[in-house]
């Protein structure tokens, strides 16, 4: 297996990390910068619709440049399964997508090259699973374990892949974010696969309710390189950067 596309499995995870359990609907915007020069390289938009309680039903997300232009859409349901959403995912530059078309039993993920297209049923198992932005609510509901010192293994299915692997998550710090509690979240495959790929690096706030940071690799494409952005740094919130101004309308949205 190719070792960008191997890569480019865990990047689903940072695609739409995020939020509070506060509203019907909002709209939260994460900025994603290089993790070395810390240039600016695409802006999140994730548009929440959420039932009385507070959980997720579903999700538009948009990728756009620095000037407001859209460079990929997803769509994710999660009403019948928290940690593995029903998804697509277009990036139109690069003719590509990705999803998975069923979740109720054997989970059919996709992926579309150009003209070709590979279509896969997967089994499930036994234990923790995940796929794409479930695995953010699975690291938001397993926080009480981490907050202890327990390691939370899980498989995450990967559709880009049309397959999964093993992770492994666990507690390696305490910061603070406005003032407010935050912990430190390390997770790397549970696997041989760690000696090559880089782990993430996630901030939450004590209480669960929202990610803060995320740093890994991303899993959108530059187009300079037509391979991932292989390390980002994404904060959720806070002000639009000074060198994207075309995303401050963006930011403005209710």
């Known amino acids: 297996m190719e070792l960008v596309n191997q890569i480019r499995l865990i990047a689903a995870a940072s695609a739409a990390l995020i939020a509070h359990d506060l509203c019907l609907a909002e709209t939260v915007i994460g900025y994603a910068r290089d993790a070395g020069s810390q240039r600016f390289l695409y802006a999140e938009v994730h548009e929440f619709n959420r039932a009385p309680d507070g959980k997720v039903l579903t999700v538009q997300s948009r990728y756009v440049d620095d000037q407001g232009r859209e460079v990929a859409r997803k769509s994710l ?5 928290r940690y593995i959403p029903v998804y697509r995912m277009d990036v139109p530059a690069q003719r590509y997508a990705e999803g998975i078309r069923n979740n109720t039993g054997p989970v059919v993920v996709f992926k579309r090259d150009g003209e070709r297209e590979e279509v896969k049923s997967l089994a499930r198992e036994s234990g923790l699973e995940a796929a794409d932005s479930g695995f953010n609510h699975l690291l938001m509901d ?35 974010f ?4 935050a912990v430190k979240l390390r997770v790397e495959p549970d696997s041989l696969l760690r000696l090559v790929v880089d782990p993430l690096e ?12 995320y740093r890994g690799v991303s899993n959108i494409i530059d ?10 740094v994404i ?4 002000p ?6 075309g995303l401050q309308r963006l930011a403005a949205t209710p």
Do not use: C, H, M, W
């Not at 349901?77 to 399964?81: E, I, K, L, T």
């Not at 996630?202 to 940071?213: C, F, K, Q």
């Not at 639009?240 to 101004?245: K, L, S, T």
């Open 202 to 213: 996630l901030v939450y706030d004590r209480e669960g309710t929202r990610l803060i940071s």
């Open 240 to 245: 639009v950067p000074p060198e994207a101004r």
């Open 142 to 176: 397993q926080l009480p374990r981490l907050l202890k010192g327990e390691t939370v293994n899980f498989r995450l299915i990967v559709a880009g892949q049309t397959d999964s692997f093993r992770f492994r998550a666990r507690q390696v710090g305490e910061t603070t």
């Open 77 to 81: 349901d999660y009403r019948s399964n």
């Open 223 to 232: 187009p300079r390189t037509d391979q991932v952005y292989k390390q980002v």
């Open 178 to 181: 406005e003032q407010t509690p």
């Open 235 to 238: 904060t959720y919130g806070g």
